[in-house]
């Protein structure tokens, strides 16, 4: 195939799908932009999609998102200080074009940084940052730039000033995120919602219905009914959801609308992460309605107690159980019960136990799971290591701490 694509005359294509392999590693594609301009052409794209996750120390390549300021931002710069000589007054390529993800705390904390490194540790008040950055960022993500999203993460760490400036400049730019593909949207502090984030979540619903993937990760217990409703509305209203994750919270509501939606022909893999189990009630219904789940990973979640795990067991299909990690203590009981229907499924386990459990726990794990790949069991002794030697064969990686 790659020999008649060169002598058909496509190298161009085949070179891009070798450049595409490099996708991550960025020291490989920045020695590609130095070989030729077709290979810088088919580099930049790559280098320049997730710019806010790989920065440079010095935060320059903010400095190519502002060529095209107009006369009014520039003036307003100057006026803050800011040695407009710095920022180009052409650029190869244009680079907003070629981003295709974007998490709302990156963006702001690195126009931060970049505003810090260039004032030279200049202190500038806040509200100056603030309107230095809103410039910024409206000049990433005007319509002009046709930025096309395939990730966007809401991450709300606190009342962010700049918060709902963003998700207002979306909303009147709304291309950049109707085909998204990968959604995250993350409380990770004490929010005051507002009038524009109901609106952002409202769009996202009604227009935004081909997201493969959604994580809810609410590190806040919030109880505001709008924000349940909207987030329910929003994985309903998905066509092809593939890979959910619930995070932190998880509220029944939402978790039963999995069961009402396209999802129970469309999800692949449910992830719980730090979930607590103990007020969720609707489990076995919901699992029960999703027809082609391949993998359930369960990772440091509470409250495995008898009541959840019968939810389990009466569920009427395989339990794919892919992962398990938990980092509080449970009964053996318990342990021995999930194992016995989903041990086949197994791939992946890290447990926390007390040093009387460690041997009949690794027994269990012998007799139930034939397909371990992943291994993580502190608080080994000389005396059981041996036990775990029968685990190794199939085991990709193992992480045992010999005390």
């Known amino acids: 195939m790659a020999c008649s694509k060169i002598f058909s005359g496509n190298l161009p294509e085949l070179l891009n799908e070798i450049i595409q392999y490099f996708r991550n590693d960025f ?24 710019p806010f996750s790989n920065p440079t120390a010095n935060y320059h390549f903010i400095r190519n998102f502002l060529y095209n300021l107009n006369d009014n931002d520039k003036t307003k710069l100057i006026e803050y200080e800011i040695n407009i000589d710095l920022i180009p007054s052409n650029t190869l ?52 730039n046709n930025i096309n999203l395939r990730i966007f993460e809401i991450i709300l760490i606190r009342d962010h000033d700049y918060f709902n400036d963003i998700l207002e400049l979306i909303l009147q730019n709304q291309n950049l995120i109707l085909n ?17 984030f109901y609106d952002f979540l409202k769009f996202l619903y009604n227009n935004c219905k081909t997201i493969s993937i959604l994580y809810f990760h ?21 066509q092809n959801l593939e890979k ?14 999995l069961k009402n939606s396209n999802c129970s022909n469309t999800l692949k893999t449910i992830i719980f992460y730090n979930i607590n189990f103990k007020n969720i009630t609707n489990f076995k219904q919901v699992i029960e309605q999703l027809n082609v789940l391949k993998s359930i990973h369960i990772l440091y979640c509470f409250s495995l107690n008898y009541d959840f795990i019968q939810q389990i067991i009466n569920i009427n299909k395989p339990f794919k159980l892919t992962s398990l990690f938990m980092k509080e203590k449970f ?33 269990i794990i012998i007799k139930y799971c034939k397909n371990i790949k992943f291994f993580d069991l502190p608080g080994f002794d000389y005396q059981n290591i041996y036990l775990s030697m029968d685990l190794i064969k199939n085991l ?3 992480i045992l701490i010999i005390l």
């Open 331 to 363: 009964q053996i009981d318990n342990f021995q019960a999930l194992l016995q229907i989903s041990g086949d499924y197994l791939e992946n386990i890290g447990l926390l136990t007390s040093n009387k459990l460690k041997y009949q726990l690794l027994e």
């Open 244 to 257: 959910m994750l619930f995070g932190f919270h998880i509220y029944n509501s939402i978790f039963l609308s």
């Open 218 to 238: 609410h590190k806040m217990n919030y109880d505001d009914l709008l924000i349940i409703k909207y987030c329910s509305e929003l994985i309903i209203s998905q």
């Open 396 to 398: 990709i990686i193992i």
């Open 27 to 50: 020291l490989t594609l920045h020695s590609c932009i130095l070989v030729n301009r077709l290979w810088c052409r088919l580099a930049i794209p790559l280098l320049w999609e997730d």
């Open 93 to 144: 390529f244009n680079y907003p074009n070629y981003i295709k993800c974007l998490n709302t705390w990156k963006i702001f904390h690195y126009i931060e940084k970049w505003i810090d490194f260039i004032k030279l540790g200049t202190p500038l008040n806040s509200d100056k940052i603030k309107e230095i950055s809103k410039i910024i960022y409206n000049s990433i993500l005007k319509n002009e």
């Open 180 to 196: 998204i593909k990968n959604l995250k949207i993350s409380f990770n502090g004490i929010i005051k919602t507002t009038n524009i």
